[in-house]
């Protein structure tokens, strides 16, 4: 074979495995964007639109939701909700969705008075949120699981450049107020999970917990399942006959105390 003709195919082969690698490398990317977790690192790459968080997470319920959104190159956001219980769980619930700006702007509005959202800092935004996540996990309780789906959309944002200090917990101790969503299964689980991690004594516990916990996300059931999971942190597997005789009292719990609604907590130290 002549050298022209052996130098023609060797370019004919480089070629052929740059094509080849291309496609591999946008089979790859095609099969990240069917996920929620790659669509979410996807959009991290595109400029901060917005960043909100509710002020209610610094009330007596200690419940409020933040919104980070993302706009992409063809003018669609993308966006991170998230559930900050502040007094017991962390992130209580995530969700996450690309949508156009008036779909967003519906979920954002019928949430913006309840839940006393203000503009912020998304360094702020962060470091709220993984503060909560690290004092949740310091009684026992994970992130809720669809968070490590959404969180890859916080992207490069520092949360290192917001130096509050932020306080968890009621006097010093956790409040779980159980929610619409808490079946008794799932009450029993955190309780008992309490007791374990910080002692009987040691904590609170309010059934129902303050009204305006609640009436803060009437839509609550249309974001709070913007990502499907498949598992859950809070199943109680236990073969043990669940006598709810043991651990409650005409519809309150008696270990652990605290029935009425909390004191209001220190957002910032």
């Known amino acids: 074979m002549a050298k022209s003709e052996q130098q023609r195919q060797k370019k004919l082969a480089k070629k052929r495995s740059k094509e080849l690698r291309n496609q591999q490398q946008v089979a790859r990317r095609n099969q990240a964007m069917k996920s929620v977790a790659g669509q979410m690192q996807w959009a991290s790459h595109f400029p901060i639109h917005s960043c909100h968080v509710g002020q209610a997470i610094f009330d007596p319920s200690g419940l409020g939701s933040i919104y980070l959104t993302r706009k992409l190159s063809d003018g669609r956001l993308a966006f991170m909700f998230l559930l900050i219980d502040a007094h017991c769980l962390g992130v209580k619930d995530a ?3 690309i949508c156009t700006v008036g779909e967003f702007e519906e979920f954002f509005s019928r949430g913006v008075e309840n839940n006393q959202l203000a503009p912020a800092e998304p360094s702020y935004a962060r470091q709220l949120t993984e503060q909560a996540i690290a004092y949740a996990e310091s009684i026992g309780f994970p992130p809720h699981p669809d968070y490590r789906r959404v969180a890859p959309l916080w992207g490069d944002i520092d949360s290192s450049a917001c130096q509050e200090k932020f306080v968890f917990g009621v006097d010093g101790k956790p409040l779980y107020h159980t929610g619409p ?10 309780l008992n999970r309490l007791s374990d991690t910080v002692g009987e004594g040691n904590y609170h516990f309010m059934l129902g917990g303050p009204d305006e916990a609640f009436n803060a996300l009437p839509f609550a ?23 709810d005789s043991e651990w409650m009292d005409g519809g309150r719990v008696i270990e652990g105390s605290v029935s009425q609604p909390a004191p209001r907590p220190h957002g910032l130290t």
Request: aromatic letters at 8%; hydrophobic letters at 30%.
């Open 95 to 97: 969700g996450a969705r």
């Open 181 to 190: 969503f808490d079946d008794p299964a799932r009450q029993k689980f955190i």
């Open 221 to 243: 059931d249309e974001l709070l399942n913007l990502v499907d999971a498949n598992e859950s942190d809070f199943d109680d597997d236990s073969d043990e006959d669940d006598d």
